[in-house]
Structure formats: C-alpha cells, structure tokens
C-alpha cells in the first residue's frame, strides 16, 4: 500500500516551453503533498506543499508563478515548470502523506522525474 | 532553521561487516527523525521513524539510535549485503516540514 506514482518518469524539453508532472496516489488518499527538487549530489530540497482544494505554500526562494501546483484532487497534485530554462533542469520528485502534519506521519515518496531543459 | 549533516560523502565497506552512519542536526531536537533510502534516478523510500523518547529502534538488519544530548542519530547496517548499496538519508520535522540531510552513499563489496 501507499503508493505513489509520478509521471512523466523523464522529459526533455526546449527552452521556453512548459512541462507538466503528475504526481498521484494511487492507494489512498493524500490530504497533503509536497514538491521536492533535487540536484545531483546534493539533498531534497521542498519547493511546495500544497492541500487539495487550497492555494500551495511555496519555501522561500521559490517563484510560484514558475512553478504552478494544482492540487485538484485527494489523489492528484501536477507542477507545471512555466517557460524553462537549462536551469530548471533536475530530478523532481512529490511525496504524499495521509494525515498532513500529524507527528508520526511518513510521507510516501514518488520514484522522481528527470527534467531536461535544453 | 537546523542545519543537517551527514558524516560522509560516501561508505565503502566490505560485505558482512556493519556500516555506521551518522546524522547531526544543530538546534532543537525534532519529535521524530527519519531514515530513508535513495537508489539512483529514484524517490527516497522510508526506512525507520524513532521518536525523540526512544532510545534505539529496529528493523531486521537496520538499528538506529537517538541522543538528543548529543542531537545525533546513528543508523546501524549489520552483515551488509551488496543490495544494501545505496543513498541513505536521514530527516528531521522542523516547521511541520521535512529537511533532509545531503546523504551518505553506501557500496558494499563482494
């Protein structure tokens, strides 16, 4: 149980242009999901969290009107990177947890998607 | 906010021995800290949660242990196999957020 798919698993895109990612849960439903960036050799860093049905809450640093999430749906949340840019290429991976904030909550990550912007 | 290290870059040990891995964080002590396991081109995937009133908490080959006086964790491989190399993670909640440490890569030998 508690899976959590992401898709696409990779794109390649052109400059300019925007791409999408779907992150689902597949087996539950997810009150809350977060939006994580990773490049290589360095940790997860969280973008987003965003509730379903409410605005997403962006970590500073983060340009919301680059990177749009939509959480429509306790089992659905896109991030769609708006006009990339090479920079914008990495690893994003969402994650999603049953119960939001609750102290003993795991969140359930998914297997990430590779951006490539040239 | 707290700052999260992770012993070392990298682990290479020798298949059947025991690797130690460690994380410190700065400030407060977090009510649970988390160990996770990333595989190349993967999403981590939760290990172990250990509260900050335990002690110690196991899962078939994995051990870890909390010392808030120390604000460290250890997290204990015993009779490594091949298939335990990986990325391993540790994360702590801090502002009802997860921050991760940067990893420790652990190969295991043949």
């Known amino acids: 149980g508690a899976v959590v798919s992401q898709h696409p698993s990779w794109v390649i895109c052109k400059s300019g242009t925007s791409v999408k990612i779907e992150c689902r849960s597949l087996?539950?439903?997810?009150?809350?999901m977060f939006w994580y960036r990773q490049f290589p050799k360095q940790s997860l860093m969280l973008m987003a969290t965003?509730?379903?049905?409410?605005?997403?809450?962006?970590e500073q640093g983060v340009e919301k009107d680059k990177f749009l999430i939509n959480h429509a749906s306790l089992t659905l949340s896109t991030l769609t990177v708006t006009s990339a840019h090479p920079e914008d290429s990495s690893f994003y991976i969402c994650?999603?947890?049953?119960?939001?904030?609750?102290?003993?909550?795991?969140?359930?990550f998914g297997p990430g998607t590779r951006l490539t912007v040239l | 906010s707290q700052k999260i290290e992770q012993n070392s870059e990298a682990l290479n040990i020798q298949e059947g021995k025991t690797a130690t891995l460690t994380c410190n964080y700065t400030?407060?002590?977090?009510?649970?800290l988390q160990w996770y396991r990333q595989d190349p081109g993967r999403g981590p995937v939760f290990l172990l949660l250990?509260?900050?009133?335990?002690k110690e908490k196991r899962k078939e080959r994995l051990k870890v242990t909390f010392d808030t006086t120390l604000k460290q964790s250890l997290f204990h491989i015993t009779a490594s196999q091949p298939a335990d190399s990986a990325t391993y993670l540790c994360?702590?909640?801090?502002?009802?957020?997860?921050?991760f440490g940067a990893g420790t890569t652990v190969t295991v030998r043949a």
């Open positions: 994650s999603a947890s049953l119960l939001g904030l609750a102290d003993t909550d795991t969140q359930y």
């Open positions: 965003s509730n379903e049905g409410s605005k997403a809450t962006y």
């Open positions: 087996d539950f439903q997810a009150t809350t």
């Open positions: 400030n407060y002590s977090p009510a649970y």
């Open positions: 250990i509260r900050e009133n335990e």
């Open positions: 994360a702590l909640l801090e502002d009802y957020k997860l921050s």
